[in-house]
């Protein structure tokens, strides 16, 4: 249960200074733009002529200002953590027996990802939902992802080392004897690092993917198609799925995790290359129809990648796979399943393998494959709305499914 102390830190406001907004309007109003002839749709990638109107907008029309407002709306704090800066945001649950739960992002997302589900998690009854099912939130960012500002002294961070921090946050310096944790994109393998190393001080987890802990392992962990045959006699849905499948990651994995620093040089010098680089995951990885502002609003994307820019975060952001690699995860014990806290799990058909269609199928297709024997896993859900970034995306259905994993679960 949450801890019966009042809360033992004081707040801190998200706060970004007038000159590094400054500095960020110089920047875009001296970027140079590339070639970018016959790209119109996209499939060079990132369009001149949309980033062009995306960064005057930024330039002349974004208000960070009034995002920050709608991000301060919440509880802010800043602590050290083995020696680790971590910002997080805190939203006190509201019922009888609020239980505490830590919300972890992924790439290319910031803390804010998650704001959509924040308050009905807290407050269930006030969207019109059981308050026995409420949590005591903590959404904190990754190291090195934001605030409270550049990461230094960490440069191996990895997600399983910070599963050990968040850890330490939940239970040394918030107090909490028991909580649980959930996760998407990196975000959902360090809460499956938790629900492996720390099932005991755990009341479950729940996750935006199945991706075994071993994933970053190997000398060609970059390359997601993972020796996967492309054939002539494949079926042709197969065959185009696996091409999809590797257009939409094949240059993330293997940029971030083989020559990182050498891309962080541009990103972290011009807002303009930044946002290039986090806009076209945010295209590709949404379900978004090929309208990516169906999904996130200019604001919005704004609001991310500023948060991105004003820490200079891109850097160690993306350190993160290479260190995964580098720094392989082992396991702390020899038991099955690997993951033994009870773990929920968020599916969506937009990300369904190759030959896999239906939502129904991907539910069978991971109950039933290898990926399963991983996980002590209590509900499994797929949904057809959404994409990558499902609390964002399909809110109702995340917040649905988590609460079904703990709704039995809870003190």
């Given at each position: 249960m949450a801890s019966p102390h009042a809360f033992p830190l004081e707040p801190a406001p998200v706060q970004v200074s007038d000159e590094v907004l400054d500095d960020l309007r110089v920047r875009l109003t001296l970027t140079r733009a590339p070639v970018d002839e016959g790209n119109e749709d996209w499939s060079y990638g990132v369009p001149a002529s949309y980033l062009r109107e995306l960064v005057a907008y930024w330039r002349d029309g974004y208000d960070w200002r009034k995002a920050e407002t709608a991000i301060n709306a919440y509880e802010h704090y800043q602590v050290s953590v083995t020696g680790v800066p971590v910002h997080f945001l805190r939203r006190a649950g509201r019922g009888p027996r609020p239980i505490p739960l830590i919300l972890t992002h992924g790439w290319p997302w910031t803390f804010w990802h998650w704001s959509k589900v924040i308050d009905p998690l807290a407050d269930p009854a006030a969207f019109g939902a059981d308050p026995a099912d409420a949590f005591d939130v903590i959404v904190p960012s990754l190291p090195g992802f934001g605030f409270p500002g550049p990461l230094t002294g960490f440069p191996d961070v990895n997600f399983w080392k910070v599963?050990?921090?968040?850890?330490?946050?939940?239970?040394?310096?918030?107090?909490?004897?028991?909580?649980?944790?959930?996760?998407?994109?990196?975000?959902?393998?360090?809460?499956?690092?938790?629900?492996?190393?720390?099932?005991?001080?755990?009341?479950?987890?729940?996750?935006?993917?199945?991706?075994?802990?071993d994933f970053f392992t190997g000398p060609r962990a970059w390359d997601l198609a993972r020796n996967r045959p492309l054939t002539d006699d494949q079926p042709a849905d197969v065959r185009a799925r696996i091409i999809e499948m590797d257009r939409r990651s094949a240059s993330h994995l293997a940029v971030h995790m083989l020559d990182g620093a050498t891309l962080a040089h541009g990103l972290a010098d011009s807002p303009a290359g930044l946002l290039a680089w986090l806009l076209e995951r945010w295209n590709a990885w949404s379900d978004n129809g090929g309208d990516v502002e169906s999904v996130f609003t200019r604001d919005d994307l704004l609001t991310h990648a500023t948060i991105y820019w004003v820490n200079n975060s891109i850097a160690t952001s993306m350190r993160y796979y290479a260190n995964a690699n580098r720094y392989p995860w082992t396991p702390a014990h020899d038991r099955t399943p690997v993951v033994q806290a009870p773990v929920g799990l968020t599916f969506v058909t937009y990300e369904n393998p190759p030959g896999i269609h239906t939502a129904d199928e991907r539910v069978q297709a991971f109950t039933t494959g290898p990926q399963a024997a991983w996980f002590n896993h209590v509900n499994v859900n797929a949904h057809d709305h959404g994409g990558h970034f499902i609390p964002w995306e399909n809110p109702d259905a995340w917040i649905g499914d988590l609460r079904r994993t703990f709704h039995n679960r809870r003190p």
């Open positions: 599963a050990d921090l968040w850890h330490t946050l939940m239970t040394e310096t918030l107090g909490y004897e028991k909580y649980a944790a959930g996760g998407c994109d990196i975000g959902g393998i360090v809460a499956s690092q938790l629900g492996h190393k720390y099932a005991d001080h755990l009341y479950g987890i729940h996750i935006g993917s199945g991706l075994p802990l």
